[in-house]
């Protein structure tokens, strides 16, 4: 079992870090926030991570964005400030927690299905992303480009075009956990294993083993992206 720290989302440590500039002093109402590609090498962290969290913030009504200036923190009260950062992780893990209990409810059942379906080729597609995901992790690179496909492909199997349109939907919605929660040798290689023992079950036409090896697996992200 990861520990807090390995388990807290980098989502959230770009945004405490942006609060502990404002409480601290170092940035008030109206100064301009540090370029993305500063923020991303001071915490070691994607730039996409950087931008997502930024792109929170000024929903939030933290940062505002001028074109071609910057990123400034807003001119608002000291007060009202720090209550929207605040507001920016609660409302995210809030959604969060949604589609993880919507995709434990659904996409086991999508993998039992495909269990039941799944055609040779369709194997070797699976087969071969799990390949280039654990390629992609011995060169040391953590991004986890094709998770998505992944699980993609387990819903085409599955030969259910309304459970492909549901993972497609949800896919996106989970795109910034999976840039940002997973962004780590360690956890890629956690969810590259569970990928595995899903792919195995199938390869049994186990339906019963296809449903727990992606409950388990789903479990395991879930734990790696909240604290």
Known sequence: MASGAEKRRIYEDVVHYIHSLIT????GPGDKVPPERRLAEELQVSRNSVREAIRALSENGVLTSRQGAGTFICSIEYDSLVASLANVVNDQRERLEDIFEFRKVVEPSVAALAARRITPDQLVKLKILITEQQSQIAEGNAEGLHDAEFHMAI????????????????????????????????????SVAGHQRILEALEKADESAAFKAMEDHLQSVEENVFI
């Open 24 to 27: 601290s002093g170092r940035l």
């Open 155 to 190: 819903a085409s199997a599955s030969g259910n075009t309304v459970f492909r349109e549901v993972i497609d939907i949800l896919n996106k919605r989970f795109s910034d956990v999976r840039s940002q929660g997973l962004l780590s040798l360690k956890r890629s290689r956690e």
